[in-house]
């Protein structure tokens, strides 16, 4: 038999590369591509004479997908777990809050993770009856019986502030709690939640993940087929589906994951210490300094530390004369992306200082980067670019 020795190859012994490379193909056909194009379909072609699915997956769109399958295939190979996603991350994440959350629960959130989901946590679900209690990620955290869910976020978008997952999963099961972390910034190959104890991830896969700033995604992943089964059937009822492009240019992205991470967590720790070696600029914080006050939890839970460093420039017009002065650094919301951008986050309504600056390095040339922040640091003083290449 030719080609006996391939299928979808077992990649649990493999490195961080090699899994990226591979998660999610399909067992290699000759004459087919590595990575099958997007399969666009509403409705597919039934058997007439078999019950629907019973020969094939493929019935309607909305409950399945196959290039939606393959992504799944590869994101769940890297968390380690089952995985479904979503249109976006908030798709997921609220899949996750209503689907486990009922009238009555009580539900434990952070005051310093994503605003749209403290937003719909005070908005939607305390008016549906459930108790929202909201705690900084670093801790101290109150006891938590009572509690259905705690749904954690570390490191923090923006403040980077790291909790113990391992140690929250123990106290929330024998509290009879749930615990979900939020890996969007972490990505699965900076943390592995499932493996320290965690029910749920969740995530966007709009950052980091997929890095190229050309997509919204979202994911949900898990071991437990029973809350898997429930969000399942809530995106399914509800349609929070990604198109098959958007799943497929995930899926082509996924593979350099590992290339785009090594850069960026470089490109960051060299940022962080520049930065932090001025005089002009407070409040450095990337979880990879060893005075860092998230580097203790951090250093033994990260497997790698993302390329996000935050600082303060003091004020709005201080930060908008740096990023106008810069020729690198996009102004732009988001983060993980292959460019390097920043923006401030108060005008979001993040509750940081005025100047308070998210800074996502890309994967330009380390040197580069580092000139372009220092002359832009400068011009946004009225001092000249010190930048020869000016
Ligand atoms: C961006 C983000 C989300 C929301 O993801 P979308 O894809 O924009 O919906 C959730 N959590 C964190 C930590 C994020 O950074």
Redesign the pocket.
Known sequence: MTGAAHGPPDLSGYGDGTRCVHAGLPEPVPGEPFLPGPVFAAPYHLDPAAEPYATTPNGYGRPDNPTRRGLEAAIGELEGGDCLAFA????A?TAVLLSVLRPGDRVLLPTD??F??RAFATETLAGLGVRVDFVPTAGPYPALDGVRLVLV?TPA?PGLDVCDVAELAERAHAAGALLAV?N??ATPLGQQPLDLGADLVV?????ALTGHSDL???YVASRNAELLDAVRAWRTTTGSIPGAFDAWLAHRSLATLDLRLARQSANAAAVAVALRDRSDVRGVRWPGLPDDPAYPVASRQLRRVPGIVSFDLGDAGRVARFLTASRLVFAAT??GGLHTSADRRAQWGDDVPAGFVRFSCGVEDTADLLADLHAALDAADGRQRTDPRQ
């Open positions: 976006s991350g908030q798709a994440i993770g994503y749209p989901v976020e978008n939020d969007t910034t995530a966007s896969g709009t950052k919204l995604l979202g988001s983060f």
